[in-house]
């Protein structure tokens, strides 16, 4: 007999539709623990939160996110509102005894971010922060490849995320749907906002960075904001650049911007190995472009996995091979085995902490551009 476990979403944009859809979906597909009830979804916009509850099927609604953190039939609460809200919402959710998840990236800074950890771990709460890309199948596959150890020491981990929707110099800042060009609710740009996504996978597959040495731009100096109507000075980084080192020796190369006219959303990965390579395209997510040196040299060449076939990461849970699944599944599949990680007490990945060391990146990211010195990346 499943049992129920009450969920309580704070904010509704692209997020918010991103997890319901998940919630909605998940226990379809997946023998869950818990039947998941979407209990209430809290904005501060009534009329738009109850027309959201509408269409998703949440039961109530809340207007103030303190109410819905204290109400005694919520299990857990699901943060997807801007990056400066997350701590105060994430601390006190931990206090009232609520497992928390909680929208990418953690916190504005490390700081905060050390403060939900202390909040999550002294509470005892299950708590994990939505790098949905880990469960995309492909990578996920990748990850294993890794762990089976295919790829020998590796030499080179090579990242991009890029964009091209905010390159209008007339795109104002701030407000609802561009609070990411904020830094007063953002924190950085593409950094914790992109680079973060890259930044989450390399220290999965490829372990911790220990050292950075940056270079960010702002190319828009100047946009109206939304929230005063006056012009003012954009404080976000449109653009970043970083190299590394990993603790494994291996060389980091990561950029991350959004002015690559032509490019939405090309987050692309790649591993150099002394036996293997790995390529993965979030534009072709279903497939891993995979080298084995190892192979004979008359057919040693890329091989493109079409990772659809029900051996591979979640793919038994969907549908027959051949047939591929998308974006939205980064997330069902996330929700799948974060109630599988509450069930078994054994928490999965990534928890805040996790999230932390990410942070702990970015933070030394947009120093090592602020100063124009390599910086140290703090180990927890
Ligand atoms: C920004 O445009 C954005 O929506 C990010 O906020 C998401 O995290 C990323 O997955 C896609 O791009």
Redesign the pocket.
């Known amino acids: 007999m499943q049992k129920p476990l009450n969920i309580g979403m704070i904010g509704y944009g ?2 918010g539709r991103a997890h319901s859809n998940a919630y909605c979906k998940v226990g379809h597909f997946f023998d869950l623990p818990y039947r998941l009830v979407l209990k209430a979804v809290c904005a501060r916009n009534a009329d738009k939160v109850r027309a959201f509850a509408n269409q998703w099927g949440y039961e109530s609604v809340e207007t103030d996110w303190r109410k819905l953190v204290e109400r005694q039939d919520i299990d857990l609460i699901d943060i997807c509102t801007p990056n400066n809200t997350h701590a105060e919402i994430a601390i006190a959710a931990a206090e009232h005894g609520k497992m928390v998840l909680c929208e ?1 990236p953690l916190a504005m800074n490390a700081a905060e971010g050390r403060r939900m950890v202390e909040a999550v771990e002294k509470a005892g709460v299950p708590n994990m922060v939505w790098y ?2 880990r469960r995309v199948p492909a990578v996920t596959f990748a990850k294993q490849l890794v762990d089976e150890g295919r790829l020998g020491r590796v030499f080179h981990y090579r990242a991009k ?1 890029l ?1 091209d ?1 905010t390159i209008n110099p007339e795109l104002p800042q701030g407000g609802t749907a561009l609070w ?1 060009l904020d830094v007063a609710a953002a924190g950085s740009g593409v950094t914790g ?2 680079l ?2 890259c930044i989450d996978t390399a220290l999965w597959l490829n372990g911790p960075l220990t050292t950075v040495s940056a270079m960010t731009e702002t190319f828009v100096k100047e946009r109206k904001h939304n929230l005063t109507g006056k012009i003012e000075k954009v404080g976000i980084d449109d653009a970043c650049t970083f190299m590394g080192r990993f603790q494994n020796g291996s060389l980091a190369s990561f950029e991350s911007t ?1 002015y690559a006219r032509g490019h939405k ?1 090309l ?1 692309t990965f790649e591993i150099n190995g002394e036996h293997a390579s790995i390529f993965w395209d979030l534009h072709d997510l279903h497939r891993l472009q995979f080298f084995d040196h190892r192979d004979a040299g008359v057919v040693r060449g890329w091989r493109s996995i079409h990772v659809t076939d029900g051996e591979h990461p979640y793919m038994g849970k969907w549908w027959v091979p051949g047939l591929a699944i998308g974006y939205e599944h980064s997330f069902v599949h996330q929700v799948a085995d974060f109630l599988d990680g509450v069930a078994k007490g054994k928490p999965a990945q990534p928890d805040f902490r996790d999230a932390l060391r990410t942070q702990y990146v970015c933070d030394a990211v947009l120093e090592s551009a602020r100063t124009g010195q390599w910086v140290n990346v703090t180990l927890i």
């Open positions: 692209f997020m990418k949905n890309y995320f964009q929707w990411r906002d992109l973060a996504h959004r959303a987050y």
